[in-house]
């Protein structure tokens, strides 16, 4: 075990690796001119790229167009997290695989909610991502599996199984699976800002981060269940809010209640999300003079009017939040945050390559295209 | 008893004469659900113009928010929210009277849903996918709300058809066969008295020279 203060070799050569592998990332350039491409020039651009050029090869006979560029960036995705979770040590590895379980809680549903409502196995395997803990034998096993008794049962060695096996009571009742889903991704946040407690290099900022993303996500979260027609209880917003974040859930239990603009403004104005958010716009609107009271007006305008967040404002808001963790890694080299910082990046170029693929398989403007791609 | 085999007798004569002001006000009162259902045919396709255009409106945004929706979360994302869904959306069909006609009354159950009925997680998604869910109600709703409309034009139109067919089969063939034959068993019945005054006569003629005659 290293002393405290001191940062051990492997942790160093773990951290430069990273650092490494977040350079073979594609660059902005690469963007613009997947951009001008067709799908199959994308599809041929991938298949000449590291990292990818397998995985089209793999898949080119089971699929064709967007969906194969979405099947062979997913598959990149899983192998990729499955190696950085391999060549994490101590702390890392920790965090590594606390963030992966994302990615396990996404499988686990589809299995259970594929075997309740009797989709046939092949569609749902096509549906699996296999980046996180469990692995593709397991995943394979709880397919085979005909009630999802069985197959909670399969999962008994998973950390999540005492959250799973309280939440569940009776296959196939309704609402459960929407329950047990919420109540994973609580745990899982539990878990992501645990290894942030334990002192190590950059963890604090890690927490920060993390708390952040929380309050971001809650508020989002928030907006959702204020655009319901029927107004929600309290009860349905503790079950839905994540507890960890900067601004505790009773902050967002008084703004649900709040039908006035000035109160609402006031209490929105005291959130850490009002600086970010005005940024965030400021950038996507090339505005300058975009300050936080504006920010705050644009809010209480979607919430007065029962609207969903803007998508192209969340993604602002993602744009900005990376870019924050972006400096964080760079300011402490030897620490968690390049971890994170090359696992963020890399789901969002998955997610920018699915997007654009996506949008030009709807045909849809390259201007509109690029307000998705997070950079 | 078929028209060719009424006789030109004054029993004949009535029953025309019934069967003639029968047919009159059958198509008298045709000839006004006609024009009701002509006035109801303006009104519903009018509406169901505005619907369809409606349902294409919505259409193009439900596409537009599911190509959004699969841009950010993937087509993996957006069928995993497919799959959680628990309550299949339907609908129950009633009839309703218009001018005798039978028309579609289509009523929505479960399309529209909360987020809790809808079966997937919140903290698992996002507002994408809320709002590809609620386009597509939406457009659900138009598809249930147009197929009732169209649905109702379409029979309206055949029972239109229909009354036309007897409107123009009494006007044009069963109308004037039957004042035909009114007036032709008129004419014979007229014809035949006056054989008889004719007849009579010739009889008296006949007997007041044989009383001449000693």
């Given at each position: 075990?290293?002393?405290?203060?001191?940062?051990s070799?492997?942790?160093?050569?773990a951290?430069?690796?990273?650092?490494?592998?977040?350079?073979?990332?594609?660059?902005?350039?690469?963007?613009?001119?997947?951009?001008?491409?067709?799908?199959?020039?994308?599809?041929t651009?991938?298949?000449?790229?590291?990292?990818?050029?397998?995985?089209?090869?793999?898949?080119?006979?089971?699929?064709?167009?967007?969906?194969?560029?979405?099947?062979?960036?997913?598959?990149?995705?899983?192998?990729?997290?499955?190696?950085?979770?391999?060549?994490?040590?101590?702390?890392?590895?920790?965090?590594?695989?606390?963030?992966?379980?994302?990615?396990?809680?996404?499988?686990?549903?589809?299995?259970?909610?594929?075997?309740?409502?009797?989709?046939?196995?092949?569609?749902?395997h096509?549906?699996?991502?296999?980046?996180?803990?469990?692995?593709?034998?397991?995943?394979?096993?709880?397919?085979?599996?005909?009630?999802?008794?069985?197959?909670?049962?399969?999962?008994?060695?998973?950390?999540?199984?005492?959250?799973?096996?309280?939440?569940?009571r009776?296959?196939?009742?309704?609402?459960?699976?929407?329950?047990?889903?919420?109540?994973?991704?609580?745990?899982?946040?539990?878990?992501?800002?645990?290894?942030?407690?334990?002192?190590?290099?950059?963890?604090?900022?890690?927490?920060?981060?993390?708390?952040?993303?929380i309050?971001?996500?809650?508020?989002?979260?928030?907006?959702?269940?204020?655009?319901?027609?029927?107004?929600?209880?309290?009860?349905?917003?503790?079950?839905?809010?994540?507890?960890?974040?900067?601004?505790?859930?009773?902050?967002?239990?008084?703004?649900?209640g709040?039908?006035?603009?000035?109160?609402?403004?006031?209490?929105?104005?005291?959130?850490?999300?009002?600086?970010?958010?005005?940024q965030?716009?400021?950038?996507?609107?090339?505005d300058?003079?975009?300050?936080?009271?504006?920010?705050?007006?644009?809010?209480?305008?979607?919430?007065?009017?029962?609207?969903?967040?803007?998508?192209?404002?969340?993604?602002?808001?993602?744009?900005?939040?990376?870019?924050?963790?972006?400096?964080?890694?760079?300011?402490?080299?030897?620490?968690v945050?390049?971890?994170?910082?090359?696992?963020?990046?890399?789901?969002?170029?998955?997610?920018n390559l699915?997007?654009?693929?996506?949008?030009?398989?709807?045909?849809?403007?390259?201007?509109?295209?690029?307000?998705?791609?997070?950079? | 008893?078929?028209?060719?085999?009424?006789?030109?007798?004054?029993?004949?004569?009535?029953?025309?004469?019934?069967?003639?002001?029968?047919?009159?006000?059958?198509?008298?009162?045709?000839?006004?659900?006609?024009?009701?259902?002509?006035?109801?045919?303006?009104?519903?396709?009018?509406?169901?113009?505005?619907?369809?255009?409606?349902?294409?409106?919505?259409?193009?945004?439900?596409?537009?928010?599911?190509?959004?929706?699969?841009?950010?979360?993937?087509?993996?994302?957006?069928?995993?929210?497919?799959?959680?869904?628990?309550?299949?959306?339907?609908?129950?069909?009633?009839?309703?009277?218009?001018?005798?006609?039978?028309?579609?009354?289509?009523?929505?159950?479960?399309?529209?849903?909360?987020?809790d009925?809808?079966?997937?997680?919140?903290?698992?998604?996002?507002?994408?996918?809320?709002?590809?869910?609620?386009?597509?109600?939406?457009?659900?709703?138009?598809?249930?709300?147009?197929?009732?409309?169209?649905?109702?034009v379409?029979?309206?139109?055949?029972?239109?058809?229909r009354?036309?067919?007897?409107?123009?089969?009494?006007?044009?063939?069963?109308?004037?066969?039957?004042?035909?034959?009114?007036?032709?068993?008129?004419?014979?019945?007229?014809?035949?008295?006056?054989?008889?005054?004719?007849?009579?006569?010739?009889?008296?003629?006949?007997?007041?020279?044989?009383?001449?005659?000693?």
């Amino acid at each position: 075990m290293p002393l405290p203060g001191v940062t051990s070799p492997s942790f160093i050569y773990a951290c430069t690796r990273f650092r490494v592998r977040r350079t073979t990332l594609l660059p902005r350039e690469d963007y613009l001119r997947l951009m001008r491409m067709s799908i199959p020039e994308i599809v041929t651009h991938l298949g000449r790229r590291e990292g990818y050029a397998q995985d089209i090869t793999d898949l080119i006979h089971d699929f064709a167009g967007a969906q194969l560029i979405e099947e062979a960036v997913n598959r990149s995705l899983a192998r990729s997290f499955r190696n950085a979770r391999a060549i994490a040590p101590g702390d890392l590895q920790t965090l590594t695989r606390e963030y992966l379980t994302r990615w396990d809680i996404a499988n686990v549903m589809a299995i259970l909610r594929g075997t309740v409502h009797n989709i046939p196995r092949q569609q749902v395997h096509d549906l699996l991502i296999p980046a996180g803990e469990i692995d593709s034998a397991l995943l394979d096993r709880l397919l085979s599996f005909t009630t999802c008794g069985e197959a909670i049962e399969a999962l008994k060695d998973w950390r999540l199984y005492p959250v799973l096996a309280e939440s569940y009571r009776v296959c196939g009742e309704k609402g459960v699976f929407a329950r047990i889903e919420n109540e994973l991704y609580r745990h899982y946040y539990a878990g992501l800002l645990d290894p942030g407690r334990s002192g190590c290099s950059g963890c604090q900022e890690l927490n920060e981060y993390l708390r952040f993303e929380i309050d971001i996500t809650n508020m989002r979260n928030l907006l959702r269940l204020h655009c319901e027609i029927e107004a929600c209880d309290l009860a349905a917003i503790d079950q839905t809010m994540i507890p960890g974040g900067r601004i505790p859930i009773s902050r967002f239990k008084q703004l649900y209640g709040i039908e006035t603009e000035g109160e609402f403004v006031s209490v929105f104005l005291g959130t850490d999300i009002v600086p970010v958010l005005a940024q965030a716009i400021r950038d996507l609107r090339r505005d300058p003079e975009f300050s936080s009271f504006d920010a705050a007006e644009l809010v209480w305008q979607r919430w007065h009017q029962r609207q969903r967040p803007i998508h192209e404002v969340e993604m602002a808001v993602t744009r900005s939040r990376l870019h924050r963790l972006e400096s964080l890694s760079r300011r402490h080299p030897f620490s968690v945050l390049p971890v994170l910082a090359y696992l963020e990046r890399k789901k969002y170029e998955v997610a920018n390559l699915r997007a654009i693929a996506r949008g030009k398989a709807f045909g849809l403007p390259t201007e509109r295209i690029w307000q998705y791609i997070v950079l | 008893m078929p028209v060719d085999e009424i006789k030109p007798t004054r029993a004949g004569l009535l029953l025309v004469r019934r069967r003639l002001a029968l047919a009159e006000r059958i198509h008298r009162l045709l000839a006004m659900k006609l024009d009701g259902m002509m006035l109801e045919l303006v009104k519903l396709t009018d509406r169901t113009a505005l619907r369809r255009r409606e349902l294409e409106e919505k259409y193009t945004g439900a596409r537009e928010t599911v190509a959004v929706a699969t841009m950010m979360e993937g087509a993996t994302g957006v069928l995993l929210a497919a799959l959680s869904v628990e309550i299949t959306p339907t609908f129950t069909a009633r009839q309703k009277n218009v001018f005798g006609v039978c028309l579609p009354d289509l009523e929505p159950v479960m399309v529209k849903k909360t987020l809790d009925q809808r079966g997937y997680g919140i903290l698992g998604t996002s507002s994408v996918i809320d709002d590809a869910a609620n386009a597509y109600e939406d457009l659900l709703e138009a598809i249930i709300a147009s197929a009732e409309l169209e649905g109702g034009v379409k029979r309206l139109l055949n029972d239109i058809e229909r009354t036309r067919r007897r409107v123009n089969a009494l006007e044009l063939k069963v109308i004037p066969e039957l004042t035909e034959l009114h007036r032709s068993i008129e004419d014979q019945r007229d014809e035949m008295e006056r054989q008889d005054l004719v007849r009579l006569r010739r009889i008296k003629k006949i007997k007041a020279k044989r009383a001449e005659k000693p």
